[in-house]
């Protein structure tokens, strides 16, 4: 069946600011979705209020609304086009509640809108949890014991009727907010309370918790024609009674035998084809019994593109969201082709050859009195993902992603060798059980104590075992006598050179050049959903130590764009959309473009955004084998947040060119005393300061300098540790606290500007014309964080004076410091002197708020001119400058309700939005300033 014809145009709705359980999954499913709809002639109409989202892009779609996800918002879209239907299913949880709350409201009926991709019965049949339960029991899908309770009298009825332990699931939430499992009375009280207040219609599910179960899931789409077809199978590492979202999780699934598999797929088609009639995607949890029973338990079933959907098409090179766009308006599966082959049908299911392990990224460290423990409710601020030929291979790989100072799984020192400290962390899970399992296993623990604790399956833990008995034969050798198998095994299994060079006692170079001169490389092998049995056409590769080199190098000019990773506070989705539009200037300068990253819920890991797309973590190793099979021109790293320019020193050392502002100058910047040095030198005012080694120094610079400091260690991200100290008692606790946590680091003393106002400018500038792209004042006094605060395009109310020091300071240092590119600055007012705070020659969290905000592509200008393609005043910059932009930051305190919500120079937002408002007088604006400009004083 072809196309509905009368679906001429479609509004999508976003899924706003990223929060914890809802991050940029969504930007990648929603930007799939727009761009599948508009292959088709479909005017694609989308609303979000996220500026640092590539969905809401001019190239994306027709027409963008970036105002708030409320009904207000949607009326007026409808007033303004004729909307034939709705796309609710890529915006997560916000876009389906305002989807319902728009239908509640009859705003569908009265503009005559169609919903498609889902319907509200299937919604609210998944949502409503009482409602869900007794269709299972009708269709014969077995579910936990369980009752909804909408009262604290009925919670404590359902408790004495199922005995604990329990789990207490809210309706209507995002990412587990307020689920928990609940092991006694006294607690059960407390979390019940939380988890009424949490769900927006104050209603829970009891169900007895099923500790120790195995939990997966599955990735469908279903068509008009009732077609259904199984995308991919999902394995979560961590036991039931740890969220999804929080659990690594392998694809495809390890431990599930055939016979079980056949049962779950049948389940979880009869339940897709229960909730609705509707044509889309769908994402099924189960849980199955870890006995030789293999009972299998529905937990639930989400009738949209979900978290794990971006996971599965990047697990799998199957794009969910563009073919679920296709089918809502009409398609059938076997209609549309596989993009990754090119000739086979969508219909075709996804063979893994291979194997994909996500490991969540965790930000504990922002929130020093949360609770760690995992649980029900989702606490992870992003994640990475591993390709490798065996689970050991993706395992490393994910590792050596997670920027956390570890070089993969074991083989770097760090293991921890308390027994009690070990056994109480494989109990209570945290960020780092993984490691511990692996330290348990090392120290002798039996397995039978960590599987009981753990309840991780028995051939997850042997993998691990196997890594440490390849360690302790790679230990008997040197460098000079180990044997060619032995390591070739090592790196076949994903250790890198640097873990071989720590069991070998030996430097990392070494162990890279004897690998080399035994002829053991890495080659590139393609995701083609298929397992080799089909030619695939998209160059999506992954890497591994086999014979065989899939990638070829061709001879055109290239560029190699550094990604940024997992995403975390301080470095987020707006550093994926500068790598996106980075990519997208290079090819249209003519060059062949090739992304690194290892973020699977990414545009910039999309297979058809890059000319080539490897799919490996930023990690030195990895980065530079690609550099020397592909040999660009050069790396852009100032895109890509600190991820990729804490490599510009190695690259630079190793003779490959950085595109746009050199190394010298990245490292001129983040060193204090140089760079005071190039300001004292240009006559520009900046804050008293010194640079101390330790807390003696410490206190004797603060009383050269005075109080109040503030307190930052040199090369962090997202203000990390930063903090405003009044005392030398203050003074020295928080240098000591540094110093054990970052025993390497520089500490920065700065005099802190008590009171003063605090600007920002971002500029593209060439070397030696300047174009400032905008000026932004905060709302809040200096000491927060500016990430954290609310800022305000252009200043509000910063005088002439005071704007021509900014402008005049901004072109200097730009100059100065022989910027190629983006470069951002921040300031202190005080008494109409304008202070630097500090500079980075790169692209900043603010370019994509004030690119939305005067609707310039400016990534796509300054990549040029890192390239050399371009001058700045090449371009003709035609900004529109109505009213004021306010960008809002936005927190996940749900999650972590006892920490200190207390903001300061450390950022700890996890996501932002943007405001317009004609003028000062808008009533939003008045009241947030009332509410924010004097928040120290408080």
Partial sequence: MPRDKSIRSVLIIGSGPIVIGQACEFDYSGSQAARSLREEGIEVTLINSNPATIMTDPVVADNVYLQPLEPESIIEILEQHNIDAVLPTMGGQ??????????????????????????????????????????????????????????????KEAAQKFGYPLCIRPSYTLGGSGAAVVHDKDAFEKLLTRGLHASPIHEVMIDKALMGWKEFELELLRDANDNVTIICSIENFDPMGIHTGDSITVAPAMTLSDTVFQRMRNMAIKMMRSIGDFAGGCNVQFAVSPDEKEEIIAIEINPRVSRSSALASKATGYPIAKIAAKLAIGYHLDELKNQITGNTSAMFEPTLDYVIVKIPRWNFDKFADADRELGLQMKSVGEVMGIGRSFQEALQKACQSLEIKRNGLGADGKEL??????????????????????????????????????????????????????????????????????????KQKGYADRQVAHLLRCLESEVYQKRTELGIERVYKLVDTCAAEFPAVTPYYYSTFEEENESVRSDKKKIVVLGSGPNRIGQGIEFDYCCVHGVLAAKECGYETIMINCNPETVSTDFDTADKLYFEPVFWEHIYDIIRHEKPEGVIVQLGGQTALKLAEKLSRYGIKILGTSYEALDLAEDRGSFSSLLRDCHIPYPNFGVVENAEQAIELSREIGFPLLVRPSYVLGGQRMKIVINEEDLEKTVVDILRDMPENKILLDHFLDGAIEAEADAICDGKDVYILGIMQHIEPAGIHSGDSYAVLPPYNLGDLVLQQIEEYTRTIAVELKTQGLINIQFAIKDDQVYIIEANPRASRTVPFIAKAYQEPYVNYATKVMLGEKKVKDFNFHPRKEGYAIKIPVFSYEKFPNVNKELGPEMKSTGEAIRFIKDLRDPFFRKIYAERNLYLSK
């Avoid at 509640?104 to 009265?110: A, N, P, V």
């Fill in 94 to 155: 916000t876009a389906l509640n305002l989807a319902i709350k728009c239908q509640e409201m009859g705003i569908w009926e009265e503009f005559g809108v169609r919903m498609i991709g889902v319907d509200i019965d299937a919604i609210e049949i998944t949502e409503n949890r009482e409602a869900f339960r007794k269709l299972m029991e009708k269709i014969g899908v077995p579910m936990a014991p369980q009752t909804t309770a909408k009262s604290f009298l009925e919670g």
């Fill in 417 to 490: 060798r308390d027994q009690q400290r070990i056994l109480d962390s494989l109990e209570h899970p945290s960020w780092n059980r993984l490691f511990h399992i692996y330290d348990a296993i090392k120290l002798g623990i039996p397995f039978k104590t960590i599987q009981e604790k753990t309840k991780i399956d028995y051939w997850f833990l042997k993998q691990i075992e196997d890594l440490i008995r390849l360690e302790r034969k790679i230990e008997k050798h040197s460098l000079e006598s180990i044997p060619r198998d032995l390591l070739f095994e090592a």
